[in-house]
T-cell receptor, first 113, second 111 residues
Framework: EADIYQTPRYLVIGTGKKITLECSQTMGHDKMYWYQQDPGMELHLIHYSYGVNSTEKGDLSSESTVSRIRTEHFPLTLESARPSHTSQYLC????????????FGNGTRLTVT | AQSVTQPDIHITVSEGASLELRCNYSYGATPYLFWYVQSPGQGLQLLLKYFSGDTLVQGIKGFEAEFKRSQSSFNLRKPSVHWSDAAEYFCAVNRGSRLTFGEGTQLTVNP
């Protein structure tokens, strides 16, 4: 079972601020993902990574950026937060094979005022 | 392109009643299928998965799902619902390196 830690759990921030959402995992899974989820809505993939120094954009266009310098760490950054960024952000990991399930963190609920 | 459809946005059942949540997918090859559950304010937890073999798969918390290729369906079932089952349920299909999720079904359980 993967242990995935997302911080902060909740964040309220003003427009124009730069923020970084943290995601760390302890199981050494090579694949990591960021999903955006509005309340009561489906999940949309915004970024994913196959491994260190590998990042790709997902299905939903996002103004955020990610980095993967270490296997266990996959932070997501918004350079200038806007109210439209208000959402829940879920980090997930997956071990090597594509038929293995995703393991999710508890998410960061972001509110931009 | 692969897609996942969950026709029911919201379902209400009484505690102790049976439950079936519908999921339809479109995918050219044999799909890898998953059901996840999400409690309020939480991440998603895997209930069960289907890759191949027996079309009836058992999961955690007493859930099961049946893969029917002819109907492109992967419906989730539970014979007797508990109040703690109230949550959002997501069906997902594997799409290469990523999962595509359905819109989710919100389950309410009445006492």
């Amino acid at each position: 079972e993967a242990d995935i830690y997302q911080t902060p759990r909740y964040l309220v921030i003003g427009t124009g601020k730069k923020i970084t959402l943290e995601c760390s995992q302890t199981m050494g899974h090579d694949k990591m993902y960021w999903y955006q989820q509005d309340p009561g809505m489906e999940l949309h993939l915004i970024h994913y990574s196959y491994g260190v120094n590998s990042t790709e954009k997902g299905d939903l266009s996002s103004e955020s950026t990610v980095s993967r310098i270490r296997t266990e760490h996959f932070p997501l950054t918004l350079e200038s937060a806007r109210p439209s960024h208000t959402s829940q952000y879920l980090c997930a990991t997956r071990r090597g094979s594509y038929n293995s399930p995703l393991h999710f963190g508890n998410g960061t609920r972001l509110t931009v005022t | 392109a692969q897609s996942v459809t969950q026709p029911d946005i919201h379902i209400t059942v009484s505690e102790g009643a049976s439950l079936e949540l519908r999921c339809n997918y479109s995918y050219g090859a044999t799909p890898y299928l998953f059901w996840y559950v999400q409690s309020p304010g939480q991440g998603l937890q895997l209930l069960l998965k289907y890759f191949s073999g027996d079309t009836l798969v058992q999961g955690i918390k007493g859930f099961e799902a049946e893969f029917k290729r002819s109907q492109s369906s992967f419906n989730l079932r539970k014979p007797s619902v508990h109040w703690s089952d109230a949550a959002e349920y997501f069906c997902a299909v594997n799409r290469g390196s990523r999962l595509t999720f359905g819109e989710g079904t919100q389950l309410t359980v009445n006492p």
